[in-house]
């Protein structure tokens, strides 16, 4: 099929562009000495993760116990899970991951480290446990070097726990001095920083500065955005992910309406103007979205698009319109060569 033959709205991946993103990030980390860990909510893609595997790629990462779920049945067998797992119901699903593959994951409280012991314990079982430190982005993690190192002689000391380091996101100024403080407090009382894991598709071709990692976690560098070309981490030519979208309706002469709207652009701005950029018109804005109509205003563009006009999308945040998609359609040299199942999709618990 050709891929003018593509129902829209649809989502697109240029199968050459994903290669060579995914080979680009690999070299780069090699070369650097860092373990490349990709991060698989971007694409939520079984076929994706094994094509980074092979790559070289030492495990992936996975947001929620359900994205793990769907790659560990797919055959992926080392998963990070970077989140505070609690409650029974989950506890109990993470045990049964971790039967079947290494599943590492993360906490930063002394409440959730409980709740992983009296599981593992429970379950004879050994999880390999990272503390969540902050630099900044006020999220989860510890904001002190002392509260990480006190995390850390915990889980040495819980039944069922491996202490596996420590995670951030993302890699900024402040990741060194606080991994540097953590080992000074804790290399005293036999505990080692074996792992040391950041993340962040922006900043990830600064790594290489930071002596201090040994992992690094990307998720959006295999498709690329409008968010990823705004912070010069990757160039228009290298975006492999877009969306294609028919002009159905010209109620006025600079205004026109997509089939496009929130259910398949997401509403994220990113800290950007307008909801995505047409590549064949890149001065038009896309400046508000309905749930199934995406609002043009094409007034700046030196020409306008006809009723019927198919047109590209690159989307602000490819993690989320991604995930509003059923099926992602690989194309290669204009031909549709593969249509992968979103199988993650949604798996948001």
Not at 25 to 49: F, G, M, V
Not at 82 to 97: A, D, T, W
Not at 286 to 307: K, N, Q, T, W
């Amino acid at each position: 099929m050709n891929v003018s033959e593509i129902e829209t709205p649809a989502a697109i991946v240029d199968l050459t562009r994903l290669e060579d993103n995914i080979v680009r990030l690999q070299k780069y980390l090699d070369k650097s000495e860092i373990s490349n860990r990709p991060h698989i909510k971007t694409h939520k893609i079984p076929e994706i993760a094994h094509m980074q595997l092979s790559q070289g790629a030492t495990g992936i990462t996975c947001q929620k116990l359900g994205e793990a779920e769907v790659m560990v049945q797919a055959g992926v067998r080392d998963i990070l899970v970077p989140y505070n797992i609690l409650g029974v119901q989950k506890l109990n699903r993470l045990i049964r991951l971790v039967r079947r593959a290494r599943i590492g994951v993360t906490a930063d409280s002394n409440v959730t480290i409980s709740g992983l012991s009296a599981a593992a314990h429970e379950h004879d079982v050994s999880i390999p446990v990272m503390v969540e430190f902050d630099t900044g982005l006020k999220r989860c993690g510890v904001e002190t070097p002392q509260l990480a190192a006190e995390l850390a002689a915990l889980i040495e000391s819980s039944p069922g726990l491996q202490f596996a380091g420590l995670m951030t996101y993302p890699l900024n100024e402040n990741t060194g001095p606080f991994v540097e403080e953590v080992r000074k407090l804790v290399e005293p009382k036999g505990i080692e920083v074996s792992c040391v894991s950041v993340g962040g598709t922006h900043c990830m071709w600064e790594a290489h500065q930071y002596r201090e990692i040994t992992e690094y976690r990307a998720g959006m560098y295999v498709y690329g955005d409008r968010y990823t070309l705004s912070s010069g981490a990757m160039t228009l030519e290298q975006c492999s992910f877009s969306i294609r979208s028919t002009v159905v309706s010209r109620p006025s002469r600079e205004r026109g309406i997509l089939d496009a709207g929130s259910k398949t652009l997401s509403s994220d701005l990113m800290g950007l103007d307008g909801h995505g950029l047409i590549l064949e018109y890149p001065e038009a804005q896309i400046y508000a979205l309905s749930e199934e109509h995406g609002h043009v205003e094409f007034s700046r563009c030196d020409s306008m698009p006809e009723i019927g006009e198919v047109v590209t999308i690159l989307p602000n945040h490819c993690c989320v319109a991604n995930n509003l998609f059923n099926e992602v359609i690989g194309v290669r040299d204009g031909q549709v060569e593969v249509v992968w199942p979103v199988q993650a999709r949604g798996a948001v618990l």
